[in-house]
């Protein structure tokens, strides 16, 4: 059952869904090589307490760290540790935060020093396709538009969309109604109407969408070890449009108003 959100509830979100930004936006900037995985965890879970929220994903479903961490060819769920970052990687940052009883969910791909061009396409594609499908988001409109439009944008620059994985609703749980798969034929599901609220959030690979699970019991890679990135905001659909409650760079939505990332 999907929950819709008055707008009163929507303004809390807006609360928890900023808190998750500034702190990603803050981890962003820590990001050098020789940083250990486990410090950005550390950062994000003594801010995330110092700005009197919780981290939403410590003790998920025994999820044992407050980020997700995932390099290069790791998807999604990958487990902050001694691992260090090395010029050229990717890495994926992925938080969430409860604020006042509220979840808000965000990732971005990242990249370390100096990456390759082919990376930073496959950074830029992520990002791309979620602002692809917010331009589904839409009153009347049906759910799968928004995962149709992912994966035609994906498609497109020859990358492929991971199919395990979806975007989901958020609110009240980390996940809620409905699942929003990155894939699929437009014009099911549930219409799109004021108050509700989803995670939307891209996962793709440049070479195929078949994934591993590492025997950490987390960390998903993609089977033929391609690289991944990943890219999400908590958004929110309301009588005056779309509120994209993570996102703290403003520059960004003009960017998308101008049409910088269309396909
Ligand atoms: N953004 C991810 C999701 O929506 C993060 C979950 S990590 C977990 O599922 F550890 F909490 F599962
Ligand atoms: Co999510």
């Not at 059952?1 to 809390?12: A, D, F, L």
């Not at 965890?41 to 980020?67: M, Q, V």
């Amino acid at each position: 059952m999907i929950i819709y959100k008055s707008p009163e509830e929507i303004k809390m979100m807006k609360k928890s869904g900023q808190l998750v930004g500034l702190i990603l936006q803050e981890l962003k900037d820590m990001i050098v090589p020789g940083l250990r995985t486990l410090d950005l965890d550390k950062y994000a879970e003594a801010r995330t307490k110092e700005l009197g929220a919780r981290p939403a994903f410590k003790n998920y479903r025994g999820y044992p760290a407050s980020l997700c961490v995932s390099i290069n060819e790791e998807i999604i769920h990958g487990l902050p540790s001694d691992r260090k970052l090395r010029e050229g990687d990717i890495v994926s940052l992925d938080f969430g935060v409860v604020y006042e009883g509220f979840y808000g969910d965000a990732a971005i791909t990242c990249p370390v020093g100096q990456i390759s061009d082919k990376a930073q396409l496959l950074i830029d594609t992520a990002k791309g396709a979620f602002w692809a499908g917010v331009k589904f988001f839409k009153e009347g409109n049906y759910l799968s538009d928004i995962s149709h439009a992912i994966q035609t944008y994906v498609e497109a620059q020859g990358f492929s969309v991971i199919r395990n994985f979806v975007g989901h609703g958020i609110g009240y749980s980390l996940h809620e109604d409905p699942q929003v798969p990155n894939y699929g034929l437009p014009g099911h599901g549930p219409r799109l109407k004021p108050g509700l609220v989803l995670a939307i959030e891209p996962m793709i690979a440049s070479g195929g969408h078949e994934v591993e699970v590492l025997t950490d019991g987390w960390t998903a890679i993609t089977r033929d070890r391609s690289l991944s990135a990943h890219y999400e905001h908590t958004i929110a659909l309301t009588e005056n449009g779309v509120k994209i409650l993570t996102l703290v760079d403003e520059t960004e939505s003009k960017e998308w108003k101008k049409g910088v990332f269309n396909a």
